[in-house]
C-alpha cells in the first residue's frame, strides 16, 4: 500500500499522553530533537504539536514517573 492510497488520509490519532517525572524536561527535548511546538497547556500539563494548532503529545509530570525499584 503506498503513501497515496486512501489509508493515511482517513488514520487519525489521538492525543497521547505521557506521565513523566519533569514534563517542561521532555517538552524541551521533544521541541529540541523533533521540532514539536509547545502550546498551552492547563493543570501542569505541557501539551505539543506538529503543526501549531492541534495537540499531538501532553506531558504530565509526576513525581514518581522516573521511580526505579
Given at each position: 500500500?503506498?503513501?497515496?492510497?486512501?489509508?493515511?488520509?482517513?488514520?487519525?490519532?489521538?492525543?497521547?499522553?505521557?506521565?513523566?517525572?519533569?514534563?517542561?524536561?521532555?517538552?524541551?527535548?521533544?521541541?529540541?530533537?523533533?521540532?514539536?511546538?509547545?502550546?498551552?497547556?492547563?493543570?501542569?500539563?505541557?501539551?505539543?504539536?506538529?503543526?501549531?494548532?492541534?495537540?499531538?503529545?501532553?506531558?504530565?509530570?509526576?513525581?514518581?514517573?522516573g521511580a526505579r525499584a
Open positions: 500500500m503506498g503513501t497515496s492510497d486512501g489509508f493515511f488520509t482517513t488514520l487519525r490519532l489521538a492525543e497521547l499522553t505521557l506521565r513523566v517525572a519533569d514534563a517542561g524536561r521532555v517538552a524541551s527535548f521533544y521541541e529540541d530533537q523533533l521540532g514539536l511546538q509547545r502550546l498551552p497547556g492547563r493543570d501542569g500539563h505541557v501539551r505539543l504539536s506538529a503543526n501549531g494548532r492541534e495537540s499531538l503529545c501532553r506531558a504530565r509530570g509526576h513525581p514518581k514517573a
